[in-house]
């Protein structure tokens, strides 16, 4: 039989991880604002992680498999170009590593919504007086 201790504590443990999925989802926003795809990438990437335990084996694959190819494309971001050709290179890289971005967010975002961190907006109740 459950204690009301216990499920004070699993409500606890569970408001805890609520708040730091929100925490990193706004940290990734503002970073993703700021442009430094990097912090954002790292910050879904430990969104994802906190999700893992629930997902099934497909699910981690698909999301290890989404997290090499970024993190490859990553370390080409990070040189310095030096002529034109390499300037021309690393805007097309980045734009690729954008679209993988975005589908790795879509992803993990969708990991969250199937396994009920997503807490919904509350509905308005307020009436409009005309």
């Not at 335990?53 to 370390?75: R, T």
């Not at 790795?104 to 961190?117: A, H, I």
């Amino acid at each position: 039989m459950e204690t009301k201790g216990n499920f004070q504590a699993g409500w606890n443990l569970g408001q805890h991880l609520i708040d730091d999925i929100g925490e990193l989802l706004h940290s990734a926003r503002i970073s993703f604002v700021n442009g430094n795809i990097q912090k954002y990438y790292w910050d879904f990437y430990m969104v994802r992680k906190t999700v893992e335990p629930f997902m099934s084996e497909k699910e981690l694959v698909e999301g290890i498999k989404q997290e090499i190819e970024i993190e490859n494309i990553i370390g080409v971001c990070n040189s310095k170009p030096v002529t034109t050709e390499d300037k021309i290179k690393v805007i097309e890289v980045r734009k690729k590593l954008n679209i993988l971005l975005k589908k790795y967010d879509g992803s993990v975002m969708s990991y969250l919504r199937k396994y009920g961190f997503l807490v919904p907006p509350k509905k308005d109740r307020t009436i409009l007086i005309g």
